[in-house]
Each structure stands twice: as C-alpha cells, then as structure tokens.
C-alpha cells in the first residue's frame, strides 16, 4: 500500500495491455452482476476525502482506504448497497445530521460526540502524535506545547480535545490534515498533532522530508461508524456485519492490507515485471476460461429454460435448485481455503496471543500498585492527563481495557482452536461434549451491543444441571447469535421484550433453547416457508434469507431441529431442540 510508486514510460507500455484487458473483463463482470441486482435503496456512508490511508479520494477521484475497504466486505456479506459520499470532514459531520449521509464510516469517539451520534463498536484504535521540524526543541507531552503555536485538524478529535482542555498555545486550524503538516514543514507553526498513521502516510506521500513524530502517542481514541442519534437499526447492522468480518479473519486482512506496517522499498521494474510474469498473466488466462466456462453455462443454462417452459411451476424449481447450488459450491470453495488458511497461520496467531496472556496479568498488578500513587498524586496536585485523557476518567477506563484485552485475547486463542478443530473435522465421530448454557452465554457476550440497543427487557433463565450434547461449539453459537439477532430484528421499539430459556426434556432426552420475541410476528402462510433458502421476511432491510437456511443445516448435522411458533401482532417463538447424551449407568 505505502511503497507503490509510479512506474515510467517503457514500463506503462509493457503493462498497458494486460491491464486494460483485466479491466475491460472485470467491468464486464461488474455490469453483469449490477443487472441482477435488486432495488434496494443505497445508504449513504460519509466520510473525509483527505484522510489517508483511512479514508481518501484517490488520483481518480475514487473512494479508497481501509475505512472504504472495511465498508464494501460489510456490504458485501449483509447484502447491502452502499453509496460513498467524501467531502471536507465538517461538511460530511454536518450531511449526517441533515441526513444528507446515512452513516460515517470513520469517526473517534468521545462523550462529547456520543450526545448526537451513536457509535458502533469500534473498529480500530487512533494513536495521536504530534510532528515537528528535525530542529526544533524536543517536546514530551501536550502539556509542553503551552504557548506554541500548533496546527490542528478543524472539527477534529484533536481539536475537540484541546478545545475542551482550554488549551492556552496557538490553535492554527486547517482543512485538513496535510494541511496541517505543511504548515509545520514550512516553519509557519511550531507543531502538528496528527494521528500517527496518516501522518507518517502523509509525510512519505508529500515528501516532507524534514518532520518526523516526536511524540507518538499523546492520545488515543477508538473509532468506529456513526449514525444519527437513535438510528439502531442501521447501527445493528453494521455491527453485525463487522462481528461477521472479525470472525471470518476477512478484517484482519483488511486491516494488514491498509494499516500495516509501512513497506519503504522501492519497487523495481524487473520486480513488477516478475510479478506480472507469475500474476497477471495467469490471471488473464484464469478469467479468459472462466469467462469461456461462464459463457458455456449460460447457453446450458438457457436450453434447460427452454426446455422447461412447458412448466412455468417446473422452471421456478430449476432456478431455485441451481441457487442452491451456486451458493453450496460457493460455501465448500470457502471452507477449503478456510482449511489451509487456519493450517498456516494458527500457530503465528497463537505465539503473539500467549504472549499477550502471558503480559496481561501482570500489567494488571502494576495498575493496581500504580492506582494508589496517582489518586494520591490527583489528590495532591489536582487533575491531570495520563495518556492524553484526564486521569478521572482513565482512573476508570485503563482496568475496563485491560480487562477487555484480556478477554479478546482469550477469545482468539478460542477462536482460532476453534478453526483448527473445524478444518480438521471429517464427521461427526470429532464432536465433543458441550454444555448448553455455556454455548449461550458466549452468543449472548457477542450480540450484547445489539440486545441493549433493541430492547430495555432482556431475560435469560438457565436451566439447572443440564446434560452435556456432542456437538461442535462455535457452530451451535453460531445459530444462537443467528436467533437472538432475529428477535432483536423483530422488535418494533425498545419496550418489546426478548426471553433466553434453556432446559431438559428428561422424557424425549432432549436439550431445548427458546427464544422468544414481542415482535410483530409472522404470517401463517409464510412459517412453513422460514427455512428455505434465499426467503426472507426482511428483504426491505437487508435480509439475505440465508441465515435460518445455514442453522438448519448446522442443527441437522447435530441431530437436532428448529420449531417455530408466531401469532401475529404477539410475537414468535423459536425452540432449538438438541439431543442430549445419555447418562451411563453405575
């Protein structure tokens, strides 16, 4: 990402060619699934045209960044069509309270701004530093900028900040913010706080030789979408969509792919060369015969058409069935590179998180010992900032933190033994015991954010020593999350109620889990329908009607069965029913 750069004449010439033909094929494939799509209204997403490598026009004018990158992959599997508007950070800020923009896709949060906005859970963490000319007096806080002049993103969380401090140096607020190192690097202002990653993208983008960051860290803000206040429906759904993008490992690559570390090198043309010997080129052949074999199954496709309009009841059979087959293909693609992807790089995933586990504890033992010394100092001295934020509020937020990152480290590490145990799975005989109220509370953990924000009465009720079930764990979470996200969805207000239940039918033998929802309910006629694929009551919102097809599938391979019960205008009721082990006798 950071070490592209541009290639000459005689090179440009030599990759024209191939270039323009990939172009040309993946418009082509473009214009062809932009036929069949539906009409769904397109959200808006807002975001700053100068924030790289965030979010940004690129040199033709196009939406690019790791915040664009992030978009489209959540689109792409909630089944959403998303509209990029980028403009000047006030202006977008603004378009989202006059709804000329549906949501932002990257803003920090503070509590300030969280009084007209909702967040969604962030998707990364913002690191402010501040930049300077190589010569000038070094600094180490923001307490020592006192009587500099500064420059600063106007409307940014950097500004918010130093607004709200009552910061007593020189504000120069600029439009953006590049703007605010050039002012640096031509010695028009003293120094520059900008986050760490655009500055240092900035820096090597503009040539601006003679600044570095010297302090890297003197804030830090999670970010995250945006939405107007009270829009929890759009906000779920981006939260879902992200949830599904951290589990599937498609964030992490986002992530690496924009955010990662700076590569400096300059690319050689014998190395593009290369790489367009052993890419490009088999690229071009690869979509030359997918191209042949798309062509192929279309004209197969067609005399199949023709051959069944005798039966206008026997053609809808026949696209249907040829659906499902896409999608099984597409699903067992996916699942295949699953495996090799989980056998490469489980064990680079889980030296870092040991060590995380390993570190956590005892940076939890120093804050406890630290704790004392700073009320004691706060007390003394009065209020100050302890990572950029006041220490009244960070008194709080640091064990919040730790323990937060020991909890997501601990579920990576289950995550990823997850994975491996799934990409090894040949059959059911390599399902283990599990217990039931142990796989719902881990659902219920994950769509917390949603529950709170759907409903103000939550209830869950545990049944008393439940026998275990064989099972695969994430799987059957799976279909918990999938449950409880369409009750969730089914809500009409907050006042509606949602209720969790697990128990033991001792006369079947079986584990049943409800769930049931104060939603608006299903139509008679379309309960027998709920399981089938590609059928959804909530097309208008996004819905895929794939989510209780997949559960079924899952609950099938356990043995188990979904009931559903719905009156309209009352709401539905979901039963999981699982097949418990059998007690061995003494």
Known sequence: MYGHRRSGDKRGRRLGWPVFSITLLLLALATVAGAEGGGE??????????????????????????????????????????????????????ALQNGGVDVLEGMSLSGERAETVDFSTPHAMVNHAIFARRDSPPVNSLDELAGRSVAVHRGGIMHDLLARTGFSGRLHLTPTPADALRLVAAGKTDYAIVAIV????????????????????????????????????LLSRFNEGLAILRKTGQYEKIYNEWLGVLEPEHVE?????????????????????????????????ALRTADLTREIAERKHAEEELRRNQQQLLQADKLAALGVLVSGVAHEINNPTGLILLDLPVLKRVHRDARTILDNHAAEQGEFLLGGLPYNE?????????DEMHDGAKRIKRI??????????????????????????????????????????????????????????????????????????????????????????????SLLLTVRDEGGGIAPEDLPRLTDPFFTTKRDSGGTGLGLSVSTGIVKEHGGRLQFESTLGTGTIVTLVLPALEEETP
């Open 41 to 94: 209204r397109a959200i808006v997403v807002g975001g700053d045209r100068d924030y790289p490598p965030y979010e940004y026009l690129d040199k033709g004018g196009n939406p690019a960044g790791f915040n664009v990158a992030l978009t489209r992959a959540i689109a792409e599997v909630m089944g959403m069509r998303v509209e990029f508007r980028l403009g000047g950070w006030s202006e977008v800020r603004t």
């Open 416 to 509: 990823v033994n997850d994975l491996k145990d799934f990409a090894r799975r040949d059959d059911l005989a390599e399902l283990s015991p599990l217990n039931l109220n142990e796989i719902v509370a881990t659902a219920l953990r994950l769509v917390e954010p949603t529950l709170r924000k759907a409903t103000s009465r939550f209830r869950v009720d545990y049944g008393d020593n439940l026998p275990p079930f064989r099972g695969h764990a994430q799987r059957i979470e799976q279909v918990v999350v999938n449950l409880v996200i369409n009750a969730c969805q089914a809500l009409p207000d907050p006042e509606r109620g949602i209720m969790v239940s697990t128990r033991h039918n001792r006369s079947t033998g």
């Open 269 to 301: 043309w014998r190395t593009i060369a290369r790489y367009a010997a052993v890419v490009v080129v088999p690229l071009v052949l690869l979509l030359g015969v997918f191209a042949l074999w798309s062509r192929t199954l279309h004209r197969q496709v």
């Open 394 to 402: 960070m008194r709080d937020e640091i064990p919040r933190m730790l």
């Open 198 to 233: 655009p500055g240092m993208y900035l820096i090597r983008e503009l040539k601006l030789t003679n600044l570095l960051p010297v302090v890297r860290n003197v804030a830090t803000h999670r970010y995250g979408y945006a939405v107007k206040k009270g829009n929890a429906e």
